[in-house]
C-alpha cells in the first residue's frame, strides 16, 4: 500500500479544533495527542494494531519504560529525526529525565499538529523548544518517500 503524504497531512489537518481529551481519539470530540496519531492509523490503515494500557495525563514520569517509543518502533517506519518529512510522527521527550511521552505529526517544516492539556488538537510551530526535545521520528506504514 502507497500512503500519499499530503494524504496524512490532510487527515491530520481535518483534527484541528479536536478538544483536548485524556486518551480519548475521536475527531472533532476529544483526542489526546496519541489519540490524534490512533486516529490517523484508523482513517489511513485500518483498525489499531494493539489495544493501549492506561497511561498518565502528564509529562511527569521519571526513569519509566519507554512505552511509547517501543509501541512506535512495533508499528511504524524508524526514521532519522533530522530526516523526517511531513506526515512524519515525532515523538518528544520533555526533559532529559523523562520517557518519550508526547506525539506529533509533521505538517512542514515549520508546523506540527499535536493536542496537549489546555488545548485542542492544534497547528503550531515547530520552534526550536520542541526541536530540542524530539527524541525519534517515524513514518507512517506505507508512507511515500519524501523527494529530496
Known amino acids: 500500500m502507497s500512503l500519499p503524504r499530503g494524504?496524512?497531512?490532510?487527515?491530520?489537518?481535518?483534527?484541528?479544533g479536536t478538544p483536548y481529551q485524556h486518551q480519548a481519539s475521536v475527531r472533532g470530540v476529544?483526542?489526546?495527542?496519541?489519540?490524534?496519531?490512533?486516529?490517523?492509523?484508523?482513517e489511513l490503515?485500518?483498525?489499531e494494531p494493539e489495544t493501549l494500557p492506561p497511561y498518565a495525563p502528564d509529562w511527569t514520569d521519571r526513569g519509566g519504560?519507554?512505552?511509547?517509543h517501543s509501541a512506535f518502533?512495533?508499528?511504524f517506519e524508524r526514521v532519522e529525526v533530522a530526516d523526517a518529512a511531513p506526515?512524519?510522527?515525532?515523538?518528544?521527550?520533555?526533559?532529559?529525565?523523562?520517557?518519550?511521552?508526547?506525539?506529533?505529526?509533521l505538517m512542514s517544516a515549520?508546523?506540527?499538529?499535536?493536542?496537549?492539556?489546555?488545548?485542542?488538537v492544534v497547528e503550531?510551530?515547530?520552534?526550536?523548544?520542541?526541536?530540542?526535545?524530539?527524541?525519534?521520528?517515524?513514518?507512517?506504514?506505507g508512507a511515500e518517500p519524501w523527494p529530496n
Open 87 to 105: 506526515g512524519d510522527v515525532i515523538l518528544f521527550r520533555i526533559d532529559a529525565g523523562s520517557p518519550i511521552k508526547h506525539a506529533a505529526v
Open 110 to 120: 515549520q508546523t506540527i499538529a499535536h493536542a496537549y492539556w489546555g488545548r485542542a
Open 7 to 16: 494524504r496524512i497531512v490532510a487527515a491530520a489537518r481535518a483534527w484541528i
Open 65 to 68: 519504560a519507554e512505552a511509547l
Open 124 to 141: 503550531s510551530r515547530f520552534s526550536p523548544w520542541w526541536r530540542a526535545r524530539a527524541g525519534a521520528a517515524f513514518s507512517f506504514p
Open 45 to 47: 490503515i485500518g483498525p
Open 30 to 42: 476529544g483526542a489526546d495527542c496519541l489519540g490524534l496519531v490512533r486516529g490517523l492509523w484508523r
Open 73 to 75: 518502533e512495533r508499528w
